[in-house]
């Protein structure tokens, strides 16, 4: 029975995937902006520095052409720059005249004319520049406000900071610099980039310092910004397709495997899962199919041994109801008196004790089959010449010959034979194959021929044979030749001495000829009891 799962490995790995791929984007992301935030803040810094510089030797011209540079208002805009304009709204550039509106003033100084130096320093940059020149009494600085998006921004050097101070005096040293301490001035974060004005003998007379806001770094980083989030964003959607599908492809030979472990559970042992992979699902996949043939040869087995406890049971019912039927047949005569003569009375009761000894016997091979089909049963292990034991079977066996006057000729290539193992049976082994091969021989004139050579005993006789379909059953139990020969037998002999061939390791098999010979053979060598 299947079970409604809710969660598969799929989703879960699907999950797994996805979370790993947006931590890892989220890593990526976070390292990749922080790198975009140094190098945009560091390209801003160095363009406003490059602007600044531009300024700086754009007013060094002018002043090494037309003389010393000082700041100061024209005289008729007064102290605002918003006041350069006529009525009309036009800024009157042309009224200090001179380059970048500017020129000679009558005691020889060149005035900027900062209506129109602010409009072209305005197309430069979007940010507030100072023009910073010493005053005329040495003891400070006087500096020029230029507009940011028309907003001015006023303040005069003894207003400003402490650390302000410094970094302005740093510039007038010869000295560039960055720096964020001019915020308070600012209604938002700023940057803040100082140039000097270097004369051409190394004399600063004058500086450059321009503020942007620092919101200018974002805006060159939006496109960066756009860009990697619409990467991310797409990042995210393939890996997530990508990890959907393997986790597909990973659960799907799990399923098939799943598949047929539930058949196999429910009695099917052919199922097969019919994954070959190189990795450890293939490993499981080849595990289960093992246990699946395994299942079915072992189900093969069971089918087969429960059939044989069927024929057994059958073959033991019908092997005792004739003794059984007998004995009480001449036993009811007996005792009905219908039986009075003395010489019938001997005869029944002969026939009586004939069916019990057989019974007896029937009972001793089945004890003897059970036992030795048993693994636990222990046997009487010793070390003993394999020579003595075919010796004294083959004795034993001349005894029933001799009543048919049959020779049973016995020959060897050694007499020393080591071998470990239970003597009594492997003599028990050895004389029930010599019985049925003095039973079966017809013609007395031709006698049963033992032989031990390298190892090997065979042991032949002349006969009617066995046909070649009887061959693979003959050591079965209860299989036996329905003749006047073999009348007594149990059909257990030879399915003993197999269990016994088995225990000791012994090496087993036969052949024959119908009308001829018939041979076992025995291999004793590598046999033997560990």
Known sequence: MKRNIKFGIARRLTVYITTCLL???????????????INSKNAYENNLGSVAAGISEMVLSITQRQGTFTLGWPENQGNDPYRAESEDGERQSDQAGGEFGGGFMPDGEVRLSVSILARLISKLTNATVWLIAPNETGDGYDMLFLMRNEKYVDTEFEHLGESQKQFIEMLFEGNKGTTRIFGNLFSEGTISVGEPMLKRDGTT???????????????DMKSGLITMAVSIVGALGIGFLVAMLMSRNFTRPLLKINDAATMISEGDYTARTGVRRDDEIGVLAETVDNMGEKLEKANAESEKLQKLRQDFIANISHELRTPVTVMRGSLEALCDGVVKD???????????LKESKYMQRLVNDLLDLSRLQNPDFSMNISQFNLYDAISDAVRSARRVADARELAVDFEFDTTEFPFKGDYDRVR?????VLDNAVKFTEDVSNPVNVALQNGTLTVKNVGKGIEAEELPYIFERFYRTRSETNKNGTGLGLSIARQIAVR????????????????????????GVA
């Open 504 to 527: 000791h390791g012994i090496g087993i098999s036969v052949r024959s000829v119908p009308g001829g010979d018939t041979e076992f053979i025995f291999d004793f060598v590598g046999g």
């Open 428 to 432: 028990q082994m050895l004389l029930i």
């Open 342 to 352: 003395p010489e019938l009375v001997r005869n029944y009761h002969g026939e009586m």
């Open 205 to 219: 007379i004058g500086a450059v310092v321009i503020h942007a806001s620092s919101l200018g770094i974002l805006d």
């Open 23 to 37: 931590l890892f984007v989220v890593v990526i992301g976070s390292v990749f902006s922080s790198l975009l935030y």
